[in-house]
């Protein structure tokens, strides 16, 4: 099977449906002493307005929309499935297909089921296969593309050695002991959606930073990369697409993390307005997987000044297309986000969306940044990029050699 280049705007389940109270993040939004702002809520409603928003991306001229699966939903005891939300997950496949979109369907962002103990635990990978075999068999051909783990390397970090997200850890073996399982949950996950979805490309999307050495740094750098992302470029051997998550660069020194460098602009998240850092990461996961197909699963930045979004989104396409004509391939552009939304332990205020929500009315206002990738995708439509799955590389059966 094959696909035209993926423009598209991405969301996760819970940072815009709403009313998603069965998984580990209610708990720890609404746990006493929680670093998380305030709880998510209703978000934006996207549980009940999917429909109408999906089309708003399709009339912005974009041809994919990347979502996630809520698991918590679907298995809200281990191994009692939810016919019901897997029925809500494949109506929103199709309605992205009638409205034209390739859907591009999450099977894990950051949400696990409260009955879920760890990631330390290494029976969580196979509870997620089985979770993945069961929405695979009830999605099925709709997907279009399949990501198994949303930024492994983030939960890792920030839930199990840097106490943000749950389990509220802070130890670094933790960290790793998690990140293993991650790896390994992906691992089967793949080997479990290629058997039951063979045309589907399958991947997972990294959280990848230009990390950027001053003089004498670059071992602190290397270091830093190398558990961050190196070892779970390393377990995507074999995928049919690396997923990249780009939002900056980092400076580093010999003593580790330089902070912002004076001068520069900073987004409304705090770090520093950087679109071409996508340049120094796309590169840098070619490299380490030789060349397999990149995708640019997310893109973004938070602000209140729109302007500086058209800037971040052209800034960010022109690093994308510098390093496509010197050969690399890339089959794909997201921005984050489709919509304003709940971003994790810092709730609503930052702002990353194409489409704001007012959460009061949960009325939706295309910002003219929408306009303009919506425009870019237009008028690139007629690329001759396509995204394959591990079936089209495979020997044609002998009839089929034979015809040719
Ligand atoms: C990424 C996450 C996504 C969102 C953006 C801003 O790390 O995948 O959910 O929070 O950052």
Request: aromatic share 10%; hydrophobic share 40%; proline share 6%.
């Amino acid at each position: 099977m094959s696909m035209p280049f993926l423009w598209g705007a991405a969301t996760s389940a819970h940072q815009v449906e709403g009313a998603n109270e069965a998984n580990d993040w209610y708990d720890w939004e609404t746990a006493a002493g929680s670093p998380c702002v305030e709880p998510c809520g209703s978000a934006c409603d996207h549980l009940h307005r999917y429909p109408s928003d999906i089309a708003l991306l399709a009339d912005l001229g974009l041809n994919s929309y990347r979502f996630s699966i809520e698991w918590s939903r679907i298995e809200p005891e281990p191994g009692r499935f939810s016919r019901r939300w897997l029925e809500h997950y494949r109506a929103m496949t199709e309605r992205c297909r009638r409205c034209g979109l390739e859907p591009i369907v999450t099977f894990h962002h950051f949400t696990n089921p409260r009955w879920i103990d760890s990631w330390e635990d290494p029976d969580t990978a196979k509870r997620f296969e089985r979770f993945a075999a069961v929405v695979a068999e009830a999605l099925g051909e709709q997907i279009a593309a399949a990501i198994t783990i949303n930024e492994p390397n983030m939960p890792a970090l920030l839930g199990y050695e840097e106490g943000l997200f749950p389990p509220g850890k802070r130890d670094r073996g933790a960290r790793m002991r998690a990140s293993e399982v991650f790896i390994d949950a992906h691992r089967r996950a793949t080997a479990t959606l290629r058997q039951a979805i063979p045309g589907t490309p399958v991947g997972l999307a990294l959280a990848m930073a230009d990390w950027q050495a001053l003089p004498g740094g670059e071992d602190e750098r290397d270091e830093i990369r190398r558990l961050r992302e190196d070892i779970f470029l390393a377990a995507t051997l074999g995928d049919d697409f690396v997923g990249v998550n780009t939002y900056t660069r980092h400076r580093i020194g010999p003593q580790g993390w330089l902070g912002n460098e004076p001068g520069v602009e900073l987004t409304a998240a705090g770090y520093e307005f950087w679109p071409n850092a996508l340049e120094g990461t796309l590169r840098r996961a070619a490299e380490l997987t030789s060349g397999r197909p990149l995708i640019v699963t997310e893109s973004g930045i938070a602000t209140d000044d729109d302007q500086r979004r058209v800037a971040y989104i052209d800034g960010a396409i022109d690093a994308m297309r510098r390093v496509q004509s010197d050969g690399i391939d890339v089959r794909g552009f997201f921005y984050w986000s489709a919509l304003d939304n709940f971003e994790w332990h810092h709730g609503f205020s930052q702002r990353f969306g194409l489409i704001g929500v007012d959460r009061a009315t949960q009325r939706r206002t295309v910002k003219p940044s929408a306009l303009h990738l919506g425009a870019i995708a237009k008028a690139a439509q007629f690329s001759p990029n396509t995204l394959r799955s591990s079936a089209d590389d495979a020997e044609p059966p002998p009839a089929e050699r034979r015809a040719s």
